[in-house]
């Protein structure tokens, strides 16, 4: 199985009286989602369910892929590594589909997922606005092997 984690581009800075969920991207993170966008589109695998948390900076960032999508409260942006885990359905779909799951949502839980993911125990890992990381599991489930397979952020593209 493959899990893809998106953090949503650059956004607004909330304004007075703004909910936190209704920032929308910039200009300069609109271009971010759209060189993550045009790189995913290139690389992504054909069987991918694509989650995005509620907030509209992460809707908008999973638009840029022009792919259907799911809207999930399990990735807002109070949501745990818990959450995210049960949204993917990692790892107990590893010998089910087999398929790929992209989830777009915010710092600091994508951050700490990926540190799980690699060592075992939440971090505060930093990824960077508009970045993907591409975790891929080993042939068998059970052998709990887990590969980075790509980091990349849109200053690379």
């Known amino acids: 199985m493959e899990l893809i984690l998106w953090r949503h581009a650059e956004a607004e800075e909330a304004t007075v009286g703004q909910s936190d969920r209704k920032r929308e991207l910039t200009k300069r993170g609109k271009n971010q ?32 892929l022009g792919l259907p999508y799911e809207t999930d409260p399990r990735l807002d942006t109070t949501a745990e590594v818990a959450d995210l885990l049960d949204a993917a359905q990692w790892p107990t779909d590893l010998g089910k589909s087999g398929g790929a799951v992209l989830l777009v949502g915010h710092q600091p839980t994508l951050g700490r997922l990926a540190a799980w993911l690699l060592s075992g125990a939440e971090a505060d890992w930093n990824i960077r606005k508009g970045a993907v990381w591409w975790f891929s599991s080993g ?13 990349i952020g849109p200053d690379l593209l």
């Open 33 to 64: 989602a759209r060189r993550i966008a045009g790189w995913l589109g290139e690389h992504r695998p054909k069987d991918l369910r694509i989650l995005v948390s509620p907030a509209e900076r992460c809707r908008q960032t999973a638009s840029a």
């Open 139 to 151: 042939p068998q489930p059970s052998d709990g092997l887990i590969v980075l397979k790509a980091a």
